[in-house]
């Protein structure tokens, strides 16, 4: 399959810039995967379309304001100042992080970040990253709340002003350098008329790296290296989905993350077993699904690997057709934009 057969032309006035007021109050595009059949409305109307032996799946994972700006340590503060993205925490204060400029952080470098940060240049990774140890006096996660900028997605030009709009309500282990979008519709009031309704609410972990933007290069999809990102399913967790499959119920992931940290643990049967660990899984079309039956996701960029795990889900067709729809009907794209519903 090409990569090719996944692009769609997008008007750039439908990237959505910022947030609505309202978190519930974007729009939902309801897709029939198995005939294709198009329904719109608003994201609350999600209530109408679960069921009470229904499960949804939130991803937990809490955004880190992981974007930090400094200088190198003894020169002038208006010259040789660098930006640094925090990837991966490896072991206590070090870190995997990207830097630029590259040249301003060669190995044993300092720099520092305010009066309250410092970073050693510990070595040069194969890909060009570099691995930090960071110095400090306090709760390193304070320091980051305090010094830091949310690592909004490169398709997002303006600057967030509140921190808390790119985190879900449910946000809970820190970890990841971008949000699970699709969470970001729910509201407090909105999750509670579900739970009252009798569908119950699992949540899983998987901390979203920076590899989520990043673009397919192989022209045959098959050949794309999915990037790998840490999960975590408690065992309490999977015995609600695994009732939920035993009455009968659909089990719905709240977006990607979900979906492949679901089909990740999915055993032989349809069900799934807690474990942790790191999830490279690719999904395209062709991939037969053991666990979701459903998937609310926000709507994606052109020949993405987003948009090809949804496809997956439906049809290659059905998707396109729904995103024709939805660019025709004007609704808004990507991070802070509007919802769908396949199911």
């Not at 595009?29 to 329904?39: E, F, M, P």
């Given at each position: 399959?090409?990569?090719?057969?996944?692009?769609?032309?997008?008007?750039?006035?439908?990237?959505?810039?910022?947030?609505?007021?309202?978190?519930?109050?974007?729009?939902?595009?309801?897709?029939?995967?198995?005939?294709?059949?198009?329904?719109?409305?608003?994201?609350?109307?999600?209530?109408?379309?679960?069921?009470?032996?229904?499960?949804?799946?939130?991803?937990?994972?809490?955004?880190?304001?992981?974007?930090?700006?400094?200088?190198?340590?003894?020169?002038?503060?208006?010259?040789?100042?660098v930006e640094f993205l925090l990837l991966n925490n490896k072991e206590g204060d070090i870190w995997e992080v990207l830097v630029k400029p590259g040249k301003w952080a060669r190995a044993g470098d300092k720099?520092?970040?305010?009066?309250?940060?410092?970073?050693?240049?510990?070595?040069?990774?194969?890909?060009?990253?570099?691995?930090?140890?960071?110095?400090?006096?306090?709760?390193?996660?304070?320091?980051?709340?305090?010094?830091?900028?949310?690592?909004?997605?490169?398709?997002?030009?303006?600057?967030?002003?509140?921190?808390?709009?790119?985190?879900?309500?449910?946000?809970?282990?820190?970890?990841?350098?971008?949000?699970?979008?699709?969470?970001?519709?729910?509201?407090?009031?909105?999750?509670?008329?579900?739970?009252?309704?009798?569908?119950?609410?699992?949540?899983?972990?998987?901390?979203?790296?920076?590899?989520?933007?990043?673009?397919?290069?192989?022209?045959?999809?098959?050949?794309?290296?999915?990037?790998?990102?840490?999960?975590?399913?408690?065992?309490?967790?999977?015995?609600?989905?695994?009732?939920?499959?035993?009455?009968?119920?659909?089990?719905?992931?709240?977006?990607?993350?979900?979906?492949?940290?679901?089909?990740?643990?999915?055993?032989?049967?349809?069900?799934?077993?807690?474990?942790?660990?790191?999830?490279?899984?690719?999904?395209?079309?062709?991939?037969?699904?053991?666990?979701?039956?459903?998937?609310?996701?926000?709507?994606?960029?052109?020949?993405?690997?987003?948009?090809?795990?949804?496809?997956?889900?439906?049809?290659?067709?059905?998707?396109?057709?729904?995103?024709?729809?939805?660019?025709?009907?004007?609704?808004?794209?990507?991070?802070?934009?509007?919802?769908?519903?396949?199911?």
């Amino acid at each position: 399959m090409d990569k090719k057969d996944f692009y769609f032309d997008l008007p750039k006035e439908l990237i959505a810039q910022r947030p609505l007021e309202n978190r519930a109050a974007s729009r939902l595009l309801t897709l029939d995967r198995h005939d294709g059949s198009i329904k719109h409305g608003v994201f609350t109307d999600l209530l109408d379309k679960l069921n009470p032996e229904d499960c949804i799946v939130i991803n937990n994972t809490k955004v880190i304001p992981a974007r930090l700006f400094g200088q190198r340590a003894g020169v002038d503060e208006n010259h040789q100042q660098v930006e640094f993205l925090l990837l991966n925490n490896k072991e206590g204060d070090i870190w995997e992080v990207l830097v630029k400029p590259g040249k301003w952080a060669r190995a044993g470098d300092k720099l520092i970040f305010g009066d309250a940060l410092e970073a050693e240049v510990l070595d040069i990774t194969e890909g060009g990253n570099r691995l930090v140890k960071f110095t400090y006096d306090g709760v390193f996660e304070e320091i980051l709340d305090m010094l830091g900028e949310m690592p909004l997605p490169p398709y997002i030009t303006e600057k967030l002003e509140d921190k808390d709009r790119y985190q879900t309500v449910y946000a809970k282990e820190s970890g990841s350098a971008a949000a699970p979008t699709a969470g970001l519709h729910f509201t407090e009031e909105l999750l509670e008329k579900i739970k009252q309704k009798g569908v119950k609410i699992a949540t899983v972990t998987l901390h979203v790296g920076l590899g989520t933007f990043r673009p397919v290069k192989s022209e045959k999809i098959e050949d794309h290296k999915m990037h790998s990102e840490f999960y975590v399913l408690e065992p309490s967790q999977a015995n609600i989905i695994n009732d939920t499959k035993d009455r009968g119920g659909r089990v719905i992931a709240i977006g990607t993350t979900s979906v492949r940290t679901l089909e990740s643990c999915a055993e032989e049967g349809g069900r799934v077993a807690p474990n942790s660990g790191y999830t490279g899984i690719f999904i395209y079309p062709g991939y037969q699904f053991k666990i979701v039956d459903g998937l609310i996701t926000n709507f994606h960029l052109p020949e993405s690997t987003l948009i090809m795990l949804v496809s997956a889900l439906s049809t290659r067709e059905y998707i396109l057709g729904a995103y024709e729809e939805a660019i025709a009907n004007k609704y808004r794209f990507f991070s802070f934009g509007d919802a769908m519903l396949i199911i």
